[in-house]
């Protein structure tokens, strides 16, 4: 049997597949010409007929049958085939069917298979089976061409294929591929690709260029295949050929069809949404191609009866292939249409209508914003409107619409569009996680297994992914702690004994100092590896019988010293010596040795008593024990693997958990889009801050049972992201020409050898001591007068689980700085200072709750105001805490006046604005201590009834993070949190306090003060310059910037005795870089 085109006969020359012998010399031809002009007429083809991809191949194949049909009548054209016919049928397989099956295995959803592979392998048995019988069966029944039961056999498993490409870029279901062979699953590497294994914008480049040379080797493939049909005969090509060319088209179909509904409880199964329309458009979805036809010559080479005929083998299955590309095709899409698959239901067209009406309102902010451009003065607006107004008619569902036309459509339930936004949410999540993958926030194995997570339940009907969801996905750890506590159990702990109790004999204080070596430890491992060569010849048969005399010999020597190393440890540690668990062992294994040996000599005593010499037999296999202490070396490197692993899983964990949390805050900026009904945004966002409040409590978990992972998974992601946003600047400066080409190249080498050597960063970081964490209070800057100010005065604080720390409706008695441990914070709505009056919320019930974690504060706002703790704050795990007393802190702010309790009020403010506003505030890089280095943004301090006048032009947004204030235009009240409008251009503050959050249009000029040092210069000599004068001539000065002014002027009123020296060591760090007011003062 041979895999070629051709069988070797007599002689050399061979009998060509095609059936035409070579009775002349074969020269060599021009077979690379014939391919590159195929690749080329196919290109042209492709062009020209742009939406039909089956009349390209169908002109080739033609073109193909009619080259076959020269080469068969012509030598000088035969010679240019020659090549391709004698190309073995297995290595035109090899080199076309690698880049077919790797295409279909890269569109199929590796995620979505693995959930359904048992459906997928029982519906390809069953569509086989099928497929195996029917169309064997009408084969031998109707073809007259007699092929024996084994051609027909093998030529229904070739029709029987459904091509992968075909198939899987026809429908992008789950359901489709239940109707595959199975041989996608096999090429794990395509189905292991996904967008996170390319850089963003290369899987672009790289799936066209796959599609571009999947489609030539389709097209090659339908040519070649046409010139051997054309090579053969066509005395066998008759009218019964046609007829039979539709039976077996018929046939094919029916199978298909046969097999769904066999299948459908399995696809029903497997997608709640199944239904028999489905089942229709699938049954339309078998389409045959270039798989088949590949296999289709070796149905001639694997017979064992060769028949007359064999290119027809080829011509039946290229003809079927094509009929079903062109026919199934169009039934199926057609069918779809038909059946309502391709409309779009009623929630979705909800969903669309509230998409397009937010394009439509950002359109025409765009447009308003563009009028005021004095550039654009002189442009036709209204044209511009006109142009730019979204016109799209959705299709609408002909199964959910009445037929009459008349009556209207009913309003979909708030369960199905509870499920379809649902499914938007998924939808918004993957994206979430495949952007932090490309931001480089989430590493791509996390992001990988949260993606395949969401698919996983995105088909269980009213199932929103949890963060408990994705833990039972990865199946953490568990097993893992189990190992390792199992080997932290068995591992060898020396149990000292005491040394006085040996007094001044010496002995005993030698075999003391022995035992207790790591020699001794060491000896003991060296006697157990000696011992491997004689236990060997000991059950080596006949090693054994040739040396049984040195074997006792050495087994008494070992046992010896088994029995001196157990006397010096039971002398030296007495009882202790058998509360260790290999002490006990080591004990057995000398008693089995002492018993061996006594049951040797009483052999030799009685050498006719055949019980004692089997108890010597089974003794002297027991002697392999005698290495299982060797096991106390390799458990500290288990231990320490484990603990390796452990840690990776333990990180895995938390920056999957933190990309879940970051998904959710994504998810729940874009709700409002998803649905208008109000209810529905109610309950989407109840779901989406339940599942954040679950995931940040097991980030808290996760942090305490890992601090020092998570604190080196903390500094590699800042790493990576201060890197990051290093390269997006460089490419910003290389962009502008400010940066040369070959600068830039060799600066971003750098950066990204940088991100490559966090590759090597170490697993765990050890945290820092208490002391150090007061570094991490942002307001304290890392100023050494500032942390040393506060260590003086900072105690630590250890509470246990389910400790209070701070109750609601309790005064403040300071704050508390979170170095370990846990705590739930319980809440009614936050006030804000809003008087419960203006509150919206007042009779509302609802209870919030939040998670505090290592670096986390308590107690700031609260202490600030001297006002009344507005939650609960209890310990989830045992928590240590740095306290510093309300006392202590506003001694601090008279000490550092104003500057420190203003950038406490700075973060708080902004904090609340991300928390709130984070959507609005992407584009602002808010840092807080750029805002306190570069005045990027400020606090302001409205009391009741003081006015504010706003600036749009220098005021970007303008945020009431704690208050309320009326416009005094329009009388309209905001209340906290809430972004004034561009309109608002004044407003008043109706609380006793009100603070606002100003973000900078653009950046301040840097020589506004100068005004303000000349005013403080021309103050009038004869009054005497106090700090209550100067305060007030800087008091319209409201900028940070200014309000440090306060501070240095602050000195010329202190009171006399004051160590003017010991404020001005405490405000150096503050005042430093603006020294030259004070001279000016």
Known sequence: MNSSFWMQREGNRPELFCGSSAGYTIKSG????????????????????????????????????????????????????????????????????????????????????????????????????????????????????????????????????????????????????????????????????????????????????????STVYQQLIYTFFGIVIGCGETKYLGFHTVVFMFILFATVNFVRLLTIVLVSPILMHANYEYNWRWGIVIAWSGIKGVFSLLLAPDIHNLAEQKIESPQLFILYVQVISLMTMGINSYMMTHSARTLGLCAISLPRQMAMKNAIKHIQEIIQN??????????????????????????????????????????????????????????????????????????????????????GATKSYCPIRGKFMSIYDVSNYVRARSWLIKFKNMLAFLEYHKDKASLIMYGNNKFLLFVYHMVFSEEFEYAGHVITVMYIYPIIMHLWPMARELNVSALISVNNYFVFLYIFRSALKIVILKRKYFHQYWNTLDFLIMLLGIMDIFCIYFVKLRPDNFVLIQITVILGYFRIIRFIPFIKIIIPLLINIVDVQIKKRLRLMYSITKGYVKSQEDTKFLIKQISSRESIYQKLYEILETNKRDAVKELGLIEHEGRDVVIALKTRQAIRSVIAKALKNLTFLWSRGIIDKHEGIEMNKVLLAKIKALNNFPMAIPPPTPDKYLHNIVWLEKKDVLIEFFKERAKLAYFDYGDVICREGEMPQGIYLIISGMAILHSSPPTFGIDNSLRSDRGSKTMFTEYCTSGDIIGELSCLLKREIEYTAICETILQACFISLEDLYEGFDVFWPSLEYKIWLKLALSIAYQYFESSLTDEDLDFQKCVAFNLAYVETLSSYNEMTIDNVTMKFVIIVYGSVIDTKTEVPYLAPCILPKTCEQVQGTSDLSKLLVVQASEPAKNTDDAKVMELNHLPVSEPVTAKKVVMTLYPVKTPFKLKLKLSVFQFALPQGVELERVNHYTSQFVAPHRHFDLAI
């Open 30 to 213: 021009h077979f690379i010409m014939l391919v590159c002009s195929t690749i080329v007429l196919g290109g042209f083809l492709r062009t020209c007929l742009k939406n039909s991809e089956v009349t390209v191949l169908i002109i080739l194949s033609v073109v193909g049958f009619v080259i076959g049909q020269l080469a068969h009548n012509s030598v000088e054209v035969y010679q240019i085939v020659y090549p391709l016919l004698r190309t073995p049928s297995f290595s035109l397989y090899c080199y076309f069917s690698p880049i077919i099956i790797f295409m279909a295995a890269l569109d199929v959803d590796f995620c979505i298979l693995r959930n359904v592979f048992w459906q997928v392998l029982l519906t390809a048995l069953i569509s086989f089976v099928v497929a195996f019988i029917i169309i064997g069966y009408v084969v031998l029944k109707f073809n007259r061409d007699l092929w024996d039961l084994q051609s027909s056999l093998l030529f229904s498993m070739t029709l029987g294929m459904t091509d992968p490409v075909h198939s899987v870029n026809s429908l992008k279901t789950i359901v489709e591929f239940l109707g595959m062979s199975g041989m996608v699953a096999l090429v794990t590497v395509g189905l292991n690709l996904d967008s996170l294994s390319f850089k963003p914008r290369i899987e672009l480049i790289i799936t066209k260029f796959l599609i571009m040379f």
């Open 366 to 451: 765009t447009i308003t914003l563009f009028k005021t451009e004095k550039i654009l003065t002189n442009v036709n607006w209204t044209l511009v409107e006109e142009k730019t107004k979204i016109e799209y008619n959705i299709p609408s569902d002909p199964y959910h619409v009445s037929h009459d036309n008349e009556k209207e459509e009913e309003s979909p339930t708030e369960e199905v569009l509870i499920e379809e936004a649902r499914l938007h949410v998924a939808i918004i999540q993957m994206s979430s996680f495949e952007k932090q993958c490309n931001d480089g926030i989430l590493s791509v194995e996390a992001a990988r297994i949260l993606i």
